[in-house]
Each structure stands twice: as structure tokens, then as C-alpha cells.
């Protein structure tokens, strides 16, 4: 971040840059949005619809935790909604609220200007009101709560999948986690062409702009069995939805899909361990029996979306993983704060 700006207080900086937002919106559209009072007071009112199931996620993102010192400030508040865009998606809700709470050392103008503008980038993307939040001084630090509905009853769940149940992925899985390190480092190995400076370039952005897959997850309701986010890498995140549904999964490695830009820098061991064990790449994890998968694959067909078959559910517990017919142990086991 830059140099402070010395005149901008706490009320200054939610009014120009996290209220306008708001202020700019039709009245009416609001109150069909289901916001009796947004931001401006102590709390949000807000209204459900009718015969709907709220839905409610946070997350947290730490500078130097969850995304390097450098990172564009637009792209942290892009980040900081997506992340939560996906848990929702993961639930087949469809998202209305959020709040905000803002950790930062300096009150920095341009920061502020560049953050919010991702931040509601996004939001605009998929009908998201800001409706709350906090300000505070320390290290950066952003929190985002989104709040969603789905009819009642209705939510995708962890525990409901089924033995016999197919497992599928939305996308392609590893490349958040190559740009990641692509963002300090550029790949070895070969001189760097036009095309594979590109392809750097895409993983780079998947990074700092990961798409969630709310259409997706919308409409995959009433068609999964169970369905989460990828946000801990599959290693990592597989083993809480068998484990959430009392099964065992299966995984054959040599199925999990690449996208091209992660085979043109790296290497098919290196690219095949980071779609196992790289985190935040936000695609969905889907369980759905062999009679309703090509429902769901043609829904995500409809979106341009790919899906891929990578495995299977079946009585019993655990997790294993098999490559070219052999037994496979993934190098680690996701990503684990505390780990």
C-alpha cells in the first residue's frame, strides 16, 4: 500500500468508497433485493424471500497468508467476494447480502478506490448488495460474510451423496495454485516463448481472479447428491465430503483435468501433483448417481463449462487414489492452516 492518506477518516472511507455502491442503486430494486436498511446504521434488516433457507459463509484473508504483500489491491477485493461466492455455490444458493470487515495499516486513497472496484466488480456480476461492515487499523486483513438463500430444504449438502454415486469437478484443477507460485517465480526449465509466457500469464490471472461457480451449483440443486468447493486442494478437500457422507472415494489421478496452461509450463508429474494438492481454485466437487449425472453434465454443457468424471463413491471409509492402475499417494494432504 501507499503513503496514507491523512485526511480520510473511518466514516469518510465507508461513505466514499463502500457506500456509494449503494447510494447509486434504485430504492425499489433494493427493496426487492430484500434490504430494508443497508449500510448507515448499526445493523442491516433484511428480508428473506418466502419459503427459503438462509445461507450463511465467512472467510478471512490475510496479507502473506492467503496472498503475497504485492498483490493488486483490486484483486484482493475480487478475491475476497469470490472466495465466499464459492462456498455459496457450493451449497446451491443463490447470493444476496454481504458484509465486510477491513483490516489495514494506512487509509490509502488509491488502495481504497482499486479494492473496492474488485470488490464490486463481482458483486455486480452476481446480484450482491454490500450491506455492512467494519474499519480498522492493523495488518491487512479482509473478512467478508455473504449471505444467500435456497427454497427450503433445498441446500446441497456434504452428507448426501450416495455408494454408486459418480464424483465429477467443474474446470481444471492446479491452476490457482501454479500461478501462485508463478506470481514470484517463473517457471524453469526451457526458454520462455511468446505462447508459454501466456500461458503464465493465464495461471497468474486464475489466481487473482478465480471464478465461482454459482450457475453451476445453481444448477446442479435437485440433480448432486453432495457437493463442496475446492478450495483446499482434492487431496485435501475429498476426504471431508466421503468422510461428511460415511463412504469410501475413489480417484484415478490420470483423470483429473488440465487445462493447457498448466501443461505448457510444467511438467504432466508437476502439473498432475498440483491438481491434487494446490489450493484455491474454487471449482465445485460433485457426487450425483450414474442416472442423474447426465442431467448434470448437461446443465454445466448449457454454462460452457466443463465437467469431468474423476471417480466414485462406495460403502466403507477413507479415501484412495490410483494413476496409470497402480496405488497413488498424493505428496501431501491439502492445505491445512494448522497442519
Given at each position: ?31 426487492q433485493r430484500g434490504v430494508v ?138 491452476d490457482s495454485g501454479a500461478g ?160
Amino acid at each position: 500500500m501507499n503513503a496514507p492518506s491523512s485526511d480520510l477518516g473511518e466514516f469518510d472511507l465507508i461513505r466514499r468508497y463502500f457506500q456509494q455502491h449503494e447510494a447509486q442503486r434504485d430504492a425499489i430494486q433494493l427493496a426487492q433485493r430484500g434490504v430494508v436498511l443497508g449500510i448507515g446504521d448499526d445493523a442491516a434488516v433484511l428480508r428473506l424471500p418466502r419459503g427459503t433457507d438462509l445461507v450463511a459463509a465467512v472467510d478471512t484473508l490475510v496479507a502473506g497468508r492467503h496472498f503475497p504483500l504485492a498483490t493488486a489491491a483490486r484483486s484482493v477485493g475480487y478475491r475476497a467476494l469470490a472466495v465466499n461466492l464459492s462456498d455459496l455455490a457450493a451449497m446451491g444458493a443463490t447470493p444476496a447480502w454481504a458484509t465486510l470487515a477491513l483490516t489495514m495499516p494506512t487509509a490509502d486513497a488509491r488502495w481504497l478506490q482499486e479494492f473496492s472496484a474488485g470488490l464490486f466488480d463481482i458483486a455486480q456480476q452476481h446480484g450482491v448488495t454490500l450491506v455492512g461492515g467494519d474499519t480498522t487499523r492493523g495488518p491487512l486483513t479482509v473478512s467478508v460474510q455473504i449471505l444467500g438463500s435456497v427454497p427450503r430444504g433445498a441446500a446441497l449438502r456434504r452428507d448426501g451423496a450416495k455408494a454408486g454415486d459418480l464424483l465429477a469437478v467443474s474446470g481444471t484443477l492446479g491452476d490457482s495454485g501454479a500461478g501462485l507460485k508463478f506470481v514470484s517465480a517463473a517457471p524453469s526449465g526451457g526458454d520462455r516463448g511468446d505462447a508459454r509466457a501466456a500461458a503464465v500469464d493465464e495461471l497468474i490471472r486464475r489466481f487473482d481472479y478465480p471464478i465461482p461457480r454459482v450457475q453451476m451449483g445453481l444448477a446442479a440443486r435437485y440433480i448432486a447428491s453432495a457437493a463442496m468447493d475446492i478450495s483446499d486442494g482434492l487431496a485435501g478437500d475429498l476426504p471431508k465430503l466421503a468422510a461428511a457422507s460415511g463412504l469410501h472415494a475413489h480417484v484415478d489421478v490420470d483423470r483429473l483435468p488440465l487445462s493447457p496452461a498448466l501443461r505448457a509450463t510444467v511438467s504432466e508429474v508437476q502439473a498432475r501433483e498440483w491438481a491434487l494438492v494446490a489450493g484455491d481454485d474454487y471449482e465445485l466437487l460433485l457426487a450425483a448417481s450414474r442416472a442423474n449425472y447426465p442431467k448434470l453434465e448437461a446443465a454445466a454443457r448449457q454454462l460452457n463449462l466443463t465437467l469431468t468424471i474423476i471417480g466414485e463413491l462406495s460403502s466403507g471409509s477413507g479415501v484412495s487414489w490410483s494413476a496409470d492402475g497402480v496405488d497413488y499417494t498424493p505428496a501431501t494432504s491439502g492445505f491445512d492452516h494448522f497442519g
